[in-house]
């Protein structure tokens, strides 16, 4: 029987972020796409996912997704067996976000989710030969089909985390760090901070790659989680 693997998606996106893992993976696994939009906190989160979900399982989350694949392991670390950190970060929200976010929700509310990510993030977030692209239209697509009421609750929930670095000794599974070189929001510094405290992790840094990984680099992320599967 394959191992089932979750796979989380970040903040606006949906299974369409997880495309080319899901078809790759299905060769070696059984990848799940969870929702991660239903609740307003990590902790409401990962409950509800871990209910639902299979007695062992890998986990691979992306930016957001990431962060509540931190909590999962602190409510059932004996349940993950595998970890895919991919372009997300360990620490609290700083204090200084907090106006800054309210910034985006209400941008997002006068201009349509979809045209703020386009016009206000994905310059941002997307390597330059990324941009203006079908990475950027897919990424916009899911965020209009996920919508605002999602993304309050995804800001609510990613304000109040908690900060992970104190949790990354006690990760004791093969862990997979990877995330874009020219990935300005969660940069490399954050990914060798996770993969140095973390026993058994590797890092792996993508030239020519901003945020979005898994679709700005969608064969090797493929080739990175299965890697760690198989291993």
Known sequence: MKHPILLLPGTLCDHRLWGAQLAALSVIAQPQVMDVGFADSMEALAAKILDISPPRFALAGFSFGGILAFELWRQAPHRITHLALIDTNARP??????????????AAQGMGVGLFVRKQLLPHYLYKSHQN????????????????????RQILAVQHRVDSRADLPSINVPT?????????????????????????ATCELLPQCGHFSPLEEPERISELISTLIKG
Request: charged share 25%; net charge negative.
């Open 93 to 106: 929200d700083p204090l200084a976000n907090r106006s800054m976010r309210a910034e985006q929700l209400h």
């Open 133 to 152: 692209s079908s990475v950027e239209n897919t990424i916009v697509s899911m965020a209009e089909e996920v919508g605002l009421a999602i993304f309050k």
């Open 176 to 200: 997979l760090v990877t995330a874009g070189t020219q990935d300005h929001l969660c940069p490399p510094k954050l990914q060798w901070e996770m993969a140095e405290n973390i026993r058994d």
